[in-house]
């Protein structure tokens, strides 16, 4: 890159001189008018930062746990799809930035590198599997034992993908993966999202979804996923707190606040406002994380004062990634580390555990107080 990236904008702007238009697309779009996919963004400036002062702020420890695992900071990086698209080594470089940065990844079922490569790249690296529930059930099995044995430490399954969204980018340019490119964890053509017959005029991921993943999951399949593995199971795409209610009937071990990146349906609420009753309905029983629209450390900040253990970000990772590879995604996540030191610190916190609900007000709020 011609200039020091000074937040992830930059990275992004950057990536879309530097990626074809039709992929640029894919990693950006959202569902339909995309008015949720703005809204993750704006919402975090509904939400107001209350700091403290005189706390001797010389030393700040970022450090937490997800599953038990250990993090050197909060920020773990999303299940994003097909990341060769992005640079050629694709997901094993985002896995070698995460081991370097201290975090975890979550590896798509979709990627374009193999559960194993992955694994084999970054070794010693935390690692997590996301999952779709495929109509091939014995096809899903082996995804989640494929992890397992790779030494993945959770599965992120999947809830709000029974169909694709309608994303309009997606349709104009007949999105499908370059013809050097396919999903790696899949032998068939059909399955690893290569089929040289093309997918007509919808996009084609869309096509593939109605093809291969189940409509019909409810919350019996969560069930049958816990008998499956003795993994921790993590749902991701829960917006309503009466579901997140249901979940720790299922036993699940942790709920992804997440709307998809704006990708299903368009008109849901942003990820930050659906946090705090999410929160409050799973009081403490299980860890509560967030994703979507996160571009800054203030933003990581707030997710953490309304109760999220840790956020993870996608698309931030993907325009580093495509600007410099390993080295572009160890820089993105390296901008948002000291990004959230310093706000931990203008904010008089010396560690997570001083990151309560008191430092954040909806704007407007205050006003009254």
Not at 28 to 45: C, I, K
Not at 124 to 151: C, F, N, P
Not at 163 to 188: C, I, Q
Not at 232 to 237: E, I, Q, S
Request: charged residues 25%; proline residues 4%.
């Amino acid at each position: 890159m011609p200039d020091k990236p000074a937040c992830v904008r930059d990275f992004e702007h950057h990536a879309k001189r530097v990626l074809p238009k039709a992929v640029f697309d894919y990693y950006f779009s959202g569902a339909d008018e995309q008015e949720s996919l703005a809204d993750n963004v704006a919402a975090f400036s509904r939400w107001r930062l209350f700091p403290r002062v005189l706390r001797d702020v010389s030393r700040v420890d970022m450090s937490t746990t997800v599953l038990g695992q250990k993090l050197s900071m909060p920020i773990c990086v999303a299940a994003t799809a097909m990341q060769r698209m992005a640079h050629p080594d694709g997901e094993t470089a985002t896995a070698r930035a995460c081991l370097s940065a201290g975090t975890g990844m979550m590896l798509s079922s979709w990627a374009t590198s193999t559960i194993e490569e992955v694994a084999e790249a970054a070794p010693g690296g935390l690692r997590w599997m996301q999952l779709y529930i495929y109509k091939d059930r014995a096809l899903t099995h082996s995804l989640v034992r494929r992890a397992e044995e790779a030494g993945y430490k959770g599965i992120f399954v999947t809830v709000d993908t029974p169909y694709l969204g309608k994303r309009r980018d997606d349709v104009r340019n007949r999105f499908k993966l370059p013809s050097h490119l396919r999903m790696a964890n899949f032998e068939s053509p059909d399955l690893a999202f290569s089929s040289k017959e093309g997918y007509g005029e919808d996009s084609g991921l869309a096509v593939y979804v109605a093809q291969a993943i189940d409509p019909s999951l409810k919350w019996e399949d969560i069930a049958w996923l816990k008998r499956i593995t003795s993994l921790p199971v993590v749902l991701k795409g829960v917006l309503r707190a009466e579901e997140a209610k249901e979940a720790l009937k299922y036993g699940v071990d942790g709920i992804l606040v997440s709307n998809h990146g704006a990708r299903q349906l368009d008109g849901v609420p942003a990820t930050i406002d659906a946090l705090p009753e999410i929160v409050e309905a799973v009081d403490g029983q299980v860890e509560v994380y967030l994703d979507g629209g996160i571009q800054k450390g203030t933003d990581v900040l707030k997710a953490l004062a309304l109760g999220a253990k840790a956020v993870f970000v996608g698309r931030p990772i993907l325009w580093g990634l495509a600007c410099e590879g390993e080295k572009g995604v160890s820089d993105v996540l390296q901008l948002l580390r000291e990004e959230l030191h310093l706000a931990l610190a203008l904010s008089g916190c010396r560690s997570l555990k001083e990151v309560d609900r008191t430092l954040v007000r909806r704007s407007g709020h205050f006003s009254r107080i």
